[in-house]
């Protein structure tokens, strides 16, 4: 019996590790958001650069490039956002940063980003989550959003900059 509760307990923590980290802070102001919805564009504080239209079978793959000689901290640099269009609204992309029933440490929360840095964002587009086993499903065909959250220097304020690919068979 001992020998069970020990084992229930590191099961749940594991499980608890692959969930993404909270932010508790309640001092944000109203986002800032700029959208970005071809490739290039050059409002914002992220360049982005990718295609327009992915296939299903091939990697989403967008370069994201911070052009600002400031010092950014990035929000959830390991989970950035990923949204797809349904009848009008954005629903999130169901994917994880740890495998289900793994033991992996928790994503970093923020990341400071500098100068001309580059991040890359990588898919398979297919959506991952767990329930008693593994799931996944293809992605649906459509239009998404890849969303980038920081914050500047000395600011409270989240910042907001979306990129807009389309998902084609």
Avoid at 34 to 54: A, D, H, I, R
Avoid at 65 to 84: D, F, G, I, S
Avoid at 124 to 137: F, I, R, T
Wanted: with cysteine; aromatic share 12%; charged share 25%.
């Amino acid at each position: 019996m001992k020998i069970l509760f020990v084992y229930s307990f590191f099961l749940s923590l594991g499980m608890l590790a692959c969930k993404p980290a909270q932010n508790n802070t309640s001092d944000t102001k109203t986002p800032v958001v700029v959208e970005n919805s071809s490739p290039n564009q050059t409002e914002g504080m992220w360049l982005f650069e990718g295609k327009e239209s992915y296939s299903r079978a091939e990697t989403v793959e967008i370069q994201i490039y911070h052009k600002q000689q400031a010092p950014l901290t990035m929000q959830r640099p390991m989970e950035l956002e990923l949204e797809v269009e349904e009848n009008g609204q954005w629903r999130e992309v169901r994917k994880l940063y740890c495998p289900c029933l793994q033991r992996c440490p928790p994503p970093p929360f923020q990341q400071e980003v500098m100068a001309d840095e580059k991040i890359t964002f990588r898919w398979q587009p297919e959506e991952k989550w767990c329930e008693a086993e593994p799931k996944s499903s293809p992605a649906p065909v459509g239009k998404y959003r890849l969303i980038v959250t920081h914050r500047v220097a000395g600011e409270k304020k989240l910042y907001f900059q979306h990129y807009v690919f389309n998902l084609k068979k």
